[in-house]
């Protein structure tokens, strides 16, 4: 499990978050906020709301199996925050639907020339 405070810390400050806006979002303090990000501990209720302000599942802090967040991507808008959250099995998933798809394409592809052939006029 990760240092849950130091972590959070890291992770506002490499997105650049406003700690101002995640309080006021999350309903505590700024200066509550801030001795949090410096305990290694945190009530799991206000770690829920914390990661869902800053765009990040609460289990990221206690997922410890290496390479299973693949990527965490994050933007702001003019109409809040878009948050992205991708883990490997995800990826896996989204890789065996594509090779399912394009064989279906080849399928068709077969299909449509052998009709092509069939249609075509002899000379």
């Not at 806006?21 to 509550?32: Q, R």
């Not at 702001?76 to 878009?82: D, I, K, L, M, V």
Request: contains cysteine; charged residues 30%.
């Amino acid at each position: 499990m990760k240092n849950i405070g130091p972590e959070l810390n890291r992770i506002m400050t490499e997105r650049r978050i406003v700690r101002k806006d995640i309080a006021k979002e999350v309903g505590i303090t700024p200066t509550y906020l801030s001795s949090i990000v410096r305990k290694n501990s945190i009530d799991c209720e206000l770690l829920d709301k914390i990661c869902k302000a800053i765009g990040i599942s609460a289990s990221y802090f206690f997922d410890d199996v290496p390479g299973n967040h693949v990527s965490d991507i994050s933007a702001t808008t003019f109409f809040g925050n878009a948050n992205v959250h991708i883990t490997q099995g995800e990826v896996e998933m989204l890789k065996e639907l594509l090779a399912e798809k394009e064989r279906t394409i080849k399928i068709l592809m077969a299909e449509r020339n052998l009709n092509r052939a069939e249609n075509e006029p002899k000379i």
